[in-house]
């Protein structure tokens, strides 16, 4: 990479998904963060029991952003060479996780009943 | 504004990463001119120049000649050769890359008269130029094998993906025949210059690999046809082949170029030190020797003392600028440089053309150099590969020191190459990477 700046990575994302599906990508995204804070906001409180499930379902989300990549990408988990590999593995796991949890904790909050915290 | 990539990890890693970056280059005013730049071929380098050039002059003529309509993701060959994508993977359309504003001659060009500044077409349209830039790409010289020809690909365990995505495609259904069945596979390369000297040692890697996870590494008997006594060009990594070769079991052969071969009998002739050496064999994968076209190897811009039988253009190696002639560049595999024949490259070389002629335009004198960056993600199996960057000098210029391992077998390398190589390949033809 010559020039690395954040117009560059935008390009490169808007090649890899194509322009539309990348910003209603990004949208999405956005969406989800401001409805979960907006939930946070208006419950004033972290809800424990939402929390719960939240956690629960992060192992499925870092499952399955693993096998989302290993799919899309023709490799697996034998073609970890060194610790980078190991990184980059855990980040998608985390990042799968992590985008997970919130998913279901805004869902729940949004569509559920609250039933105290 | 632009940021090598320690100073953006810093930033990103900050938490810093604000304004200044998200408005990415600041470009300067336009450069008002009435120049006609010329631009010989649409291929990465041309259709790339074309993009920049039309963000940075208000008034340019800028014409760009070549009769392919379909242009081609050439790094996707490897992957098409191994059954990992189909043809179409690298097809495009010229016209769809090409900025707006730009006169696209679907023609080739037939004469380049560098002292009447003046290139003719092959259907006969005169073009006069202030600025040419030659980007026409290299020819494959085929009949130099004596017995090949292309339409012997596919056939006869005769593979050449070099030929195009659709010879690509082809040269898998021998490579995949030959996967199943094994026996004694050559994988050759050219003693000429030749564009990405990795992907012979890819492919070389890859039928391995499928071989090896078909169940079959017992049954293929794999030799890798070095031109010279190495495996590469750069030492350090020809040294890191030989290792992962031994380790393969993969048989280097060195100083043996493919002469000829008989498709019939399933032999082949390589020129050797020792005179000619004839080598049976189930599966041969051809790469023929490469040339400079014609049309530039007739106009008196090649090499007079270097490359003879080749014919690259005598450019600078910093600047790219033609030595004889102050109003010619050359870019990407055409340029007589002595690495650079990867799209990488050219990412590398076409802001350099582009800061010269602005700059000669501006009645400045440009900045920018090229250090002969070239890269090759030299895929050593279905899952890993080695993220190779190296210099004129032979040094080893890693993007990402200390975080990717440039002679490491690694899956990240390979999620590149799967997942941004295409991509920032496409934002490079849109002048935008």
Redesign the interface.
């Known amino acids: 990479?010559?020039?690395?700046?954040?117009?560059?990575l935008i390009?490169?994302?808007?090649?890899?998904f194509g322009r539309g599906l990348f910003w209603a990508m990004v949208a999405v995204a956005a969406l989800i963060t401001l409805a979960y804070l907006y939930v946070l906001i208006r419950d004033r409180a972290v809800s424990w029991r939402k929390f719960l499930l939240a956690q629960i379902s992060m192992p499925f989300g870092a499952i399955l952003a693993v096998v989302f990549?290993h799919a899309?990408?023709?490799?697996?988990f034998?073609?970890?060479?060194?610790p980078?590999?190991l990184i980059?593995?855990l980040a998608i796991a985390a990042l799968g996780a992590i985008g997970m949890a919130i998913l279901v904790y805004t869902v729940q909050s949004l569509i559920g009943r609250e039933r105290g915290t | 504004m632009n940021l090598d990539r320690r100073q953006f990890l810093t930033l990103a890693g900050g938490g810093l990463a604000a304004s200044p970056l998200i408005s990415g280059t600041v470009r300067a005013e336009p450069v008002k001119t009435s120049a006609h730049i010329v631009i010989l071929g649409a291929g990465a380098a041309g259709t790339a120049l074309a993009n920049r050039l039309s963000g940075r002059l208000s008034g340019a003529r800028i014409t760009i000649v070549d009769a392919r309509k379909d242009h081609l993701y050439q790094p996707g060959l490897s992957l098409i050769a191994a059954g990992l994508k189909p043809a179409a993977y690298a097809v495009s359309q010229t016209g769809q890359w090409l900025p707006a504003h730009t006169t696209w001659i679907e023609e080739r060009a037939a004469e380049i008269d560098p002292e009447a500044k003046r290139v003719t077409t092959e259907g006969g349209t005169a073009l006069d130029y202030d600025y040419l830039v030659v980007a026409t790409g290299l020819v494959l010289d085929h009949d130099a094998i004596d017995g090949f020809s292309l339409d012997l690909v596919g056939t006869n365990g005769i593979g050449a993906l070099y030929a195009g995505p659709d010879y690509a495609e082809k040269t898998w259904k021998a490579a995949q025949h030959y996967s199943e069945t094994g026996g004694i596979g050559l994988f050759t390369r050219p003693a000429t210059e030749m564009k990405c000297a990795g992907a012979p040692l890819k492919h070389t890697f890859l039928i391995d690999d499928i071989a090896r996870t078909a169940g079959n590494a017992g049954k293929v008997d794999i030799h890798y046809m070095a031109n010279n006594n190495s495996l590469f060009g750069v030492p350090i990594v020809s040294e890191k082949v030989r290792m992962l070769f031994e380790n393969r079991g993969i048989s280097p052969a060195y100083s043996h170029v493919l002469k000829a071969i008989d498709p019939g009998a399933r032999r082949a002739t390589f020129t050797t030190p020792d005179g000619d050496q004839e080598r049976d064999y189930d599966y041969i994968h051809v790469i023929p020797p490469q040339r400079a076209p014609d049309v530039v190897r007739q106009s008196g811009l090649s090499w007079a003392d270097k490359w003879v039988d080749q014919g690259w253009v005598e450019v600078d190696s910093k600047t790219l600028r033609h030595r004889r002639y102050a109003d010619i560049f050359a870019l990407g595999d055409v340029a007589g440089v002595p690495k650079g024949k990867t799209a990488a490259s050219v990412k590398w070389q076409v802001p350099v053309v582009e800061d010269h002629l602005v700059a000669t335009l501006a009645g400045r004198d440009g900045t920018e150099s090229y250090n002969g960056y070239t890269s090759c993600p030299l895929i050593t199996r279905i899952g890993r590969a080695m993220l190779i960057e190296f210099d004129y000098s032979n040094n080893l210029v890693p993007s990402f020191p200390g975080v990717i391992a440039p002679l490491e077998e690694l899956w990240i390398s390979w999620l590149m190459k799967e997942v941004a190589l295409k991509a920032t390949y496409n934002a490079m033809l849109r002048g935008r990477a």
Do not use: Q, W, Y
């Open positions: 990479m010559k020039e690395l700046n954040l117009a560059t390009a490169v994302f808007e090649e890899i990549v899309m990408t023709d490799s697996g034998r073609d970890v060479g060194g980078i590999d980059a593995l």
